[in-house]
Nanobody, 123 residues
Framework: QLQLVESGGGLVQPGGSLRLSCAAS????????IGWFRQAPGKEREGVSC????????NYADSVKGRFTISRDNAKNTVYLQMNSLKPEDTAVYYC????????????????WGQGTQVTVSS
């Protein structure tokens, strides 16, 4: 069964940090760009960050630049999203997704999606 599984979400105070993980099973992530997306209640799913299959190219939404860092460990078949200086507006369900081509802002370019992990930033 081909699937992505996110983990690492939780409740954190403003200014705190979390590291999300996206692990693949049933296929290798080596040839996929991996994107992180998030969806807050009542809002559309939005792109947060993406990393190319080689790891040589990354991009970030303006709202998270300088605070979030995406990385990948192909040996572990896992992609990470380090989130620092978290703000209440970062509260959302975070999803990872795999695209067979380059990073894209279009959701339909991604073939596989995880079930999501909740991140709540609140005091």
């Amino acid at each position: 069964q081909l699937q992505l599984v996110e983990s690492g979400g939780g409740l954190v105070q403003p200014g705190g940090s979390l590291r999300l993980s996206c692990a693949a099973s049933g296929f290798t992530l080596d040839y996929y760009a991996i994107g992180w997306f998030r969806q807050a209640p009542g809002k559309e799913r939005e792109g947060v960050s993406c990393i190319s299959s080689s790891g040589g190219s990354t991009n970030y939404a303006d709202s998270v630049k300088g605070r979030f860092t995406i990385s990948r460990d192909n040996a572990k078949n896992t992609v990470y999203l380090q989130m620092n200086s978290l703000k209440p507006e970062d509260t959302a369900v975070y999803y990872c997704a795999a695209a067979p081509g380059p990073c894209s802002r279009f959701l339909y370019e991604y073939d596989y999606w995880g079930q999501g992990t909740q991140v709540t930033v609140s005091s």
